[in-house]
């Protein structure tokens, strides 16, 4: 089980927002990450460049699927509270199961 937690976990060594060389391109970059919280989660643009700010730190592989997310309309519709939260969505499954599985079941 620890290998495959060491597996999954991000390289402590892994490239962040601060490790593209091109200004202009790392900017770029920043501004879409405030576009999209300003969007989805912050009502003024302080709020969106403080939470934006916070994600500074994250591997670019985080940052990159963030975007890409973001980018599809139909995923952000149904996840962003999720992504912003933190706390995950129900799964059908997980439903049934609270609700005790009745007979004859999906499967």
Wanted: net charge negative; with cysteine; aromatic share 8%.
């Amino acid at each position: 089980m620890t290998e495959i937690k060491e597996c999954t976990a991000p390289a402590a060594d892994a490239a962040t927002l601060a490790d593209i060389p091109d200004e202009e391109l790392r900017e770029e970059v920043r501004a879409k990450i405030v576009e999209i919280i300003l969007e989805h989660y912050a009502s003024d643009q302080v709020d969106a460049e403080t939470i934006a700010s916070r994600l500074d730190d994250l591997p670019f592989t985080e940052i990159s699927r963030f975007i890409a997310y973001a980018n599809t309309p139909e995923y952000m519709e149904k996840y962003a509270d999720s992504l912003y939260s933190g706390v995950g969505t129900s799964f059908l499954d997980l439903d049934l199961l609270a609700l005790g599985r009745p007979a004859g079941s999906l499967e």
